[in-house]
């Protein structure tokens, strides 16, 4: 069965740190993968991921998939208080399966 | 512990007839949110629920679409006289209403000919 396993579950950060965030997968077809971003109400898309190796960037966000090793990392530089939420990654095969997402609580 | 249900996985529905998605929440979670997925890889909130209560149906059309989450069973979404535009991908996701997290279902794929 195909699975999607994010780490760490939780991550607490002081304002100014860098962190990365890791989504591991087992899929068959697998087709892109996908990073979001849950605060509210839908998850905002932040990323997807077909190619392995090639950086994807967006201000202090960026992520890369490895698909040869099957998984992919978030990174966010220089955290602030409004990154704290809780970050999905979903792997779209013949269906689109999320992992369990990591909760990142960033403090002042 | 079994994570969240969605079935069925596919649905075929002709347009007029009804379409009813079932979705599980995990053990001990008691609120179900569903999604409609975008074509530019977005997710559209529809509707929050709690057991028997409706928390939040915001996103959800005003004509068609309903949502329910009984004390015993599963939440079931039904849209009533699907048109095409209706074919999307369906995600269920519960939370125990204690933390932000959501636990996402695997989806129930609607096509309607």
Redesign the interface.
């Known amino acids: 069965e195909d699975k999607v396993v994010q780490s760490p579950l939780s991550l607490v950060v002081h304002e100014g740190d860098t962190v990365t965030l890791n989504c591991s997968y087992e899929v068959t077809n697998f087709r892109s993968l996908l990073w979001y971003k849950q605060e509210k109400k839908a998850p905002t898309f932040l990323f997807m991921l077909t190619s392995s190796g090639i950086e994807k960037k967006s201000g202090r966000l960026s992520s890369i998939l490895d698909k040869k090793e099957l998984f992919s990392i978030l990174n966010i530089t220089a955290t602030q208080t409004g990154d704290s939420a809780v970050y999905l990654c979903a792997v779209r095969s013949n269906d689109m399966r999320f992992g369990a997402g990591t909760r990142l609580t960033v403090k002042p | 512990n079994a994570g969240v249900m969605q079935n069925p ?1 596919h649905l075929v529905r002709r347009r007029g007839q009804e379409a009813r998605l079932r979705c599980s929440p995990m053990k001990g979670h008691s609120h179900v949110y569903w ?1 409609r ?1 975008l074509p ?6 529809m509707v929050y629920l709690q057991k028997e209560n409706i928390i939040d149906e915001s ?1 959800m059309p005003k004509e068609r679409f309903s949502a329910e989450f009984p004390k015993e069973g599963p939440s079931i979404l039904r849209i009533q006289q699907v048109v095409r535009g209706d074919s999307a ?1 369906y ?1 269920c996701a519960s939370s125990d209403g204690t ?6 279902g ?2 129930t ?1 609607l096509l309607v000919l």
Do not use: C, M, V
Request: aromatic content about 24%; glycine content about 14%.
């Open positions: 996985r999604y997925q530019e890889e977005g997710l559209k909130f996103g991908a995600f933390k932000e997290t959501q636990y996402f695997p989806g794929r």
